[in-house]
């Protein structure tokens, strides 16, 4: 599923490093599964929690429901991002998300790609069809896995977990909810302490934080706080060092 800040084009740079000597028996938790783009490469026990509600209510309906999202018009997004409230959570979650340009919660109706993209058969695509259809293609890998929507100083992890960490990145656009990054970096280190593998993206960190992989990249969430368009930032990978 496109999902602003996704890191589905590095998974498969992240993953090998982070469920490297992963055994059967710990839990794999994303803390902010967002778009389920890293956690549906993964098998065995998952916890995918975020705080979005009416994101986690989507998956879930998706997933554990069978529900098959129809395709909305204009005038229904329109409808329903003036008043959401009259909608079920899990249809407000898919027409917000799935719906709107580049992942981005009711950032904009999301329905056939500019002229200048045509395909050769003339036809123009349609960024909510794509949409449709590469949820479609994650569901069977979610099966099973634990949809939980908490603040992420809330959840309940298992010991001995293997967490990955992708949250709001400082400095770059906001996003649903404000985020406390000292605190976010406090629960890290007292994770790892407890003795959970702890891994963490984001473009920057406290000098305590180890970086253990890089890639400069284009992104449309820039280091230096602005947004759209192809900015070079370099995404980055860290675990606590102390």
Known sequence: ????????????????IV??????????????AGGMNMIDKV???????????????MW???VCDNWKPPYYSKDQY?????DKKSYKPHIVGWVGFACSYSGKYFGGYAGDYPENRRLKNGKLPNYQIEAINSTAKQIPKLKGVEFTNKNYWELDIPKN?????????????????DFNHSFFWDWCREKSKQGHKVYISEYN?????????????????????????NKISTERLFVYGA
């Open 1 to 16: 599923m496109k999902y602003m800040g996704s890191k589905a084009r590095f998974a498969k740079h992240i993953l090998p």
């Open 19 to 32: 469920l490297e000597g992963r055994t059967e028996a710990q839990t794999y938790v994303e803390p902010f």
């Open 43 to 57: 098998v065995g026990k998952r916890i995918a929690n975020d705080i979005h509600t009416e994101l986690i209510e």
């Open 60 to 62: 879930k309906a998706l």
């Open 78 to 82: 329109q409808q329903i991002r003036a």
């Open 161 to 177: 977990s293997v967490i990955y960490c992708d949250p709001p990145y400082q400095n770059t656009t906001k996003y649903h909810h």
């Open 205 to 229: 960190a406290p000098n305590d934080f180890v970086c253990v992989w890089q890639k400069v990249t284009n992104s449309q969430l820039s280091a230096n706080g602005s947004t759209g368009g």
